[in-house]
Nanobody, 120 residues
Framework: QVQLVESGGGLVQPGGSLRLSCAAS????????MGWYRQAPGKQRELAAT???????DYTDSVKGRFTISRDNAKNTVYLQMDSLKAEDTAAYYC??????????????WGQGTLVTVSS
C-alpha cells in the first residue's frame, strides 16, 4: 500500500509565498517521478510541476519562474516552493508519484489534495 500525504496549503496574499510538502509512504521500492497537479473550482486538473529521480524538472508555463519543485529521495518527499503567488494560483494542489512498489509493480499514486487560496 502506498500513500501520499500533502501539507502546507493555506491562505496567502497575492505576491506571497507558500511551501507545499508531500511525503510518500508504504511499500515503495523506487519513485521515478513526483509532481504537483492543481485543480481550480470549475476547471480541469492541470500539471503544475514534475521532478524525476535524477532531479530533472518540468513546469507548466503559468508557474515557470515562480514555482520551484524539489525532492528528498531519502525521505520520499517532494516539495513545491511557490513564490509571487497570484489569485489565479488558487486551487486544490494534488501530489502525484509514478513509482515501483516493493512488489515490483508500476503504479501512479495520488494525494488527497491541499487547498491553496491566494486572496487579499
Amino acid at each position: 500500500q502506498v500513500q501520499l500525504v500533502e501539507s502546507g496549503g493555506g491562505l496567502v496574499q497575492p505576491g506571497g509565498s507558500l511551501r507545499l510538502s508531500c511525503a510518500a509512504s508504504g511499500s515503495i521500492f523506487i519513485i521515478h517521478t513526483m509532481g504537483w497537479y492543481r485543480q481550480a473550482p470549475g476547471k480541469q486538473r492541470e500539471l503544475a510541476a514534475t521532478i524525476a529521480k535524477d532531479g530533472t524538472t518540468d513546469y507548466t508555463d503559468s508557474v515557470k519562474g515562480r514555482f520551484t519543485i524539489s525532492r528528498d529521495n531519502a525521505k520520499n518527499t517532494v516539495y513545491l516552493q511557490m513564490d509571487s503567488l497570484k489569485a489565479e494560483d488558487t486551487a486544490a494542489y494534488y501530489c502525484h508519484a509514478h513509482l515501483i512498489t516493493d512488489w515490483y509493480d508500476t503504479m501512479d499514486a495520488w494525494g488527497q489534495g491541499t487547498l491553496v487560496t491566494v486572496s487579499s
